[in-house]
């Protein structure tokens, strides 16, 4: 049903399955026949400096021959209840469409920001701050550092299906990089080398944070 849904390998839906995890999973069915289903994404959101449960939705997709009979409005009333039940204090989501959602009791909020630059157009000022590649240990500091750095409100305390998106999105991984300041990690980058127009490439960034100037600074530098 997914990967018809969303014009995705089988191969590749198999691997989103197991990011999101069969006990996250929830389907309408008859029989064994699966009607509709969706990932349930546990996570938070922070709001007034402490984060707060938020339950993300995602994979809905609905099999071709049951759309239109208000199968995937069932599903969201039912997981709404759900998250409801167990003390959640919102629920997010990306819609593809706007009326299921509306009618579920969602509505738009938010922002989609992209920013694009030359990198010879960014400030370069050198930093005595160390930059070396992050490894798998590292990755408990980097979530601390996120959230120590990231508690406005209205930004998403990331689960682990979030922070697996980030770290490897679409399943392709990414290069990883801390900076150090006198032993401690005062910031990170994961990004991905895409190819351009010959001979240039172009540096996808999914994650970036620096807790002081001198981290920043270091990340920059490195860019450029």
């Known amino acids: 049903v997914m990967a018809y849904s969303f014009a995705t390998p089988t191969e590749m839906t198999t691997r989103w399955i197991g990011r999101g995890g069969m006990d996250n999973s929830r389907v309408v069915s008859i029989g064994d026949e699966v009607m509709a289903c969706l990932f349930k994404v546990p996570m938070g959101v922070w709001f007034g400096g402490r984060s707060v449960p938020n339950v993300g939705v995602s994979g809905v997709a609905v099999a071709p021959a049951h759309r239109g009979a208000g199968v995937a409005k069932r599903l969201m009333v039912e ?62 500091a980097l979530k601390a550092l996120y959230r120590s750095a990231r508690r406005e409100d209205g930004n998403a305390d990331r689960g682990p299906y979030i922070w697996d998106r980030v770290l490897a999105p679409r399943f392709e991984e990414t290069d990883r990089f801390v900076v150090e300041e006198d032993g401690a990690i005062t910031g990170y980058t994961c990004f991905q080398r895409k190819a351009d127009t010959a001979p240039y490439h172009r540096i996808a960034c999914t994650d970036l944070v620096a807790t002081t100037a001198g981290a920043l600074d270091r990340i920059l530098d490195f860019f450029t």
Do not use: M
């Open 79 to 140: 997981l709404l209840r759900e998250a409801h039940e167990e003390g959640t204090a919102v629920s997010t989501l990306y819609p593809a469409t706007i009326g299921l959602y509306r009618a579920c009791g969602y509505e738009l909020a938010g922002g989609h920001y992209r920013f694009d630059a030359k990198l010879e157009a960014l400030s370069r000022r050198r930093s005595p701050a160390t930059l070396r590649e992050a490894t798998d240990a590292d990755l408990p």
